[in-house]
């Protein structure tokens, strides 16, 4: 891609000579101008109407889209403090990690292209939040701190969204579980999870027809129709179909394949 833009740069910049030093130049429907990213697909607004209205802002500027939460969820969990209205009893989790959804919660701010492409190299995910779910809670990768995947005592703490508190408030690590009180979130199906920090969405295990992708890279990511694209191929991500360990699935455990943008 790179040299690709560079002899872009180059082409388009020997057109503007030549049209500029001759004015009877009749290369006037050079489409091309338009049209220099091969692989930019614009990312389908219709995605954005399942992020929770009540904590979620998106808002559309030229290019970019911005994803703008409060960090707090629309569904139940024991993590809120127990006078909520979202409070239960744990149904998953047999240990909390400490403190409230409501005295923890930070908002995130995050910036994408609304074309994002692919980079030509993955770049790692780090701690914190790397993406951001359709509820408005951040999405974590596979680690807990660093150097400390996810293991049996931390997977003991995930309420059944496969979230738990942490110091900057609450936050998805791994699938949710299939319970009855989960109403909302992707469990083994084709339900949008949210946007990763480069910009490309993230969807739960199935396409849109009830299968299982087949032709997904190391990231969960692949071309292909989504339930919002209208039958237009978009790079996306899936949760992928793969144990992490045990039964846990993780939500992203790969590189970011585009270029991430700083979540703030
Ligand atoms: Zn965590
Ligand atoms: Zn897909």
């Not at 939460?69 to 909520?84: A, F, K, L, Q, R």
Request: proline share 6%.
């Amino acid at each position: 891609m790179k040299s690709l833009k560079f002899m872009h740069l180059l082409l388009f910049g020997a057109i503007t000579f030549i049209t500029s030093c001759s004015s009877d130049s009749e290369n006037t429907d050079d489409t091309d101008d338009t049209d220099d990213s091969s692989d930019a697909v614009s990312t389908p607004l219709s995605a954005f109407d399942e992020f929770n209205p009540d904590g979620v802002t998106v808002s559309f500027d030229g290019d970019e889209i911005t994803i703008e939460s409060n960090g707090i969820p629309n569904h139940t969990s024991p993590y809120w403090e127990v006078d909520n209205p979202l409070y239960i009893d744990p149904v998953v989790a047999t240990r909390l990690t400490p403190g409230f959804m409501e005295e923890r919660a930070r908002s995130y701010s995050l910036t994408v292209s609304s074309a994002p492409e692919l980079a030509n190299s993955g770049t790692a995910t780090g701690l914190g939040a790397i993406g951001i779910a359709v509820t408005g809670a951040p999405i974590f990768n596979d680690q807990e701190g660093n150097n400390q995947p996810i293991e049996e005592q931390i997977v003991e703490t995930f309420d059944y969204a496969g979230a738990h508190n942490g110091p900057s408030g609450y936050h998805y690590h791994i699938e949710s579980s299939d319970v009855p009180e989960n109403t909302i979130l992707s469990f083994d199906d084709e339900k949008l999870v949210g946007i990763m920090a480069d910009g490309f969405l993230l969807y739960g295990r199935k396409e849109a027809d009830g299968s299982y992708p087949t032709d997904l890279d190391e990231s969960g990511g692949h071309f292909g129709v989504t339930p919002h694209s209208d039958g237009v191929e978009v790079y996306h991500y899936h949760i992928i179909n793969e144990f992490y360990f045990g039964s846990v699935i993780a939500l992203f455990a790969g590189e970011l394949q585009g270029t991430p943008n700083t979540i703030m």
